[in-house]
């Protein structure tokens, strides 16, 4: 795998599917699923389980569009994504699904990786959305970036096998990717924070 842009690209169906889903998460097209996983659940703690954030809609919304991205990608992308992805995913004339399935892995694993963060957030009382005060703030800036694209980088184990370096790249690559396109989303008002 190695090079810097092959790492990039295996990524690019998890990002085109991210931004996809936030769009879809905003607007009010299956505004029934906009209900949060933990249904508002408190512990003993009188903290939620997740928080509101945390909802289905957002929830399946990222599994079903990084599959989505991962098939157009395959099917008309370039050649050098069909052949960096070859050795993960068969080829898009194989069947639609395939492809479609390795992304929908790749979703599930990115929003599963993310609950963990939202529950130690709000057994110390950060809101949903918000990332604390002072040094607690950047290790969450930090860990709200890297937690998913560990996620992501897990999923793939699945696939294929990767070096330990590259692995460990792919996760760095990941959290500044996906801080810089967070960055843009606050920018287009998508989010309500940049980190």
């Known amino acids: 795998m190695s090079p810097l842009s092959n790492l990039f690209l295996i990524l690019a ?15 009010p097209v299956l505004h029934t699923l906009a209900v949060p996983i933990d249904k508002g659940k408190t512990l003993g703690d009188g903290h ?14 990222m599994i079903i569009f990084t599959g989505i991205a991962t098939w157009l990608l395959l099917q008309y992308a370039t050649p050098v994504y069909r052949s960096i992805n070859s050795a993960l995913v068969p080829p898009p004339d194989s069947s639609w699904w395939l492809p ?15 609950l963990p963060n939202s529950f130690i957030k709000r057994r110390i009382g950060i809101a949903p959305g918000k990332n604390g005060q002072g040094m607690v703030k950047y290790l969450f800036v930090f860990i709200d970036q890297a ?14 096998n990767i070096s330990v370096p590259d692995f460990f790249m792919l996760i760095f690559i990941g959290t500044a990717v996906h801080y810089f396109v967070n960055l843009l989303l606050y920018l287009g008002k998508l989010k309500s924070q940049a980190g």
């Not at 169906?13 to 607007?27: E, S």
């Open 100 to 114: 479609f399935g390795y992304g929908a892995v790749l979703g599930l694993f990115y929003v599963l990786f993310e």
């Open 147 to 160: 937690d998913s694209v560990l996620g992501c980088a897990l999923a793939l184990l699945l696939f294929c």
């Open 13 to 27: 169906p998890v990002v085109i599917g991210g931004v996809l889903n936030m769009v879809f998460v905003k607007t």
């Open 48 to 61: 939620r389980l997740f928080g509101d954030n945390k909802t289905w809609k957002g929830f399946w919304g």
